[in-house]
């Protein structure tokens, strides 16, 4: 996420400069980190599940 907000901080200034190719770059790159944050997190949490469960019915 942090590297995602960075990028976008980039793009916008990028927009501000004028650079419409760097503002492009950086957009991209914003959006590319933001979602594989997202995706890592929800992997994250359906493995935390699948081992509680798992735990849970070997008892």
Known sequence: ??????C???AFFAVRSGSWLWAGI???????FVVDAVRSYGWNENRKRLAAEKQAAAR
């Open 1 to 6: 996420m942090l590297l995602g907000a960075l």
């Open 8 to 10: 976008a901080v980039g």
């Open 26 to 32: 950086a957009g991209v790159l914003a959006v590319w």
